[in-house]
C-alpha cells in the first residue's frame, strides 16, 4: 500500500476523461477531477473513461476472466516516477447500482472513481483487514466529498 500523502503539498494530478457512451446523469469533467482528487495521495496522471457494458465485459472478460461487465476496472500502468493508471467506469451497471442501492447516481460515481483511485495507489480489498482498511478510507473520503457513507444509507 501508498505512503500517506505529504502535509508539504496537494499531489498534482493529470486527468484524461473519455466519454464512450453518452447517457442521462454522467458526471461532468469537473465533477470527476473533484473526486480524483479527493483520494489522491501522491502526483498521477489517470485517464477516466466511461463505457457501455459491451465494453466492460470484454474488459472484464480480457483482464479478469469474468464474462460480465463491472461498475469499475482499475489499470495500473506506471508506479513511479509519477502513479499512471486508467479507470473504466461503466455507465449502465452504476446507473442500475445506484437504483437498486436506493443511492443517486451522482454519488455512486464519486464512490467508484475515488475507490479506483485508491485501487491505483496501491489499496485493496483481497483479504478482511485490507478491505476494512480500504473501507474505512473510501468512507473518508466521500463523507468529506458530501456523499453520504457508501456502505450505509442512502445517498
Known sequence: MSARPSASRDPRLSLSVQYAVRSQGLPSRSQLRRWARAALERD???TVRIVGGG???TLNYHFRGKNRPTNVLTF?????PRLEGDLALCAPVIAREARSQHKSA???YAHLVVHGVL???GYDH???REARLMERRETQIVTRLGFPDPYRGNA
Do not use: I, S
Open 55 to 57: 465494453e466492460a465485459r
Open 76 to 80: 495500473l500502468m506506471r508506479e513511479r
Open 44 to 46: 498521477a496522471r489517470v
Open 106 to 108: 451522482r454519488a455512486h
Open 119 to 121: 485501487h491505483l495507489q
Open 126 to 128: 483481497g483479504r478482511e
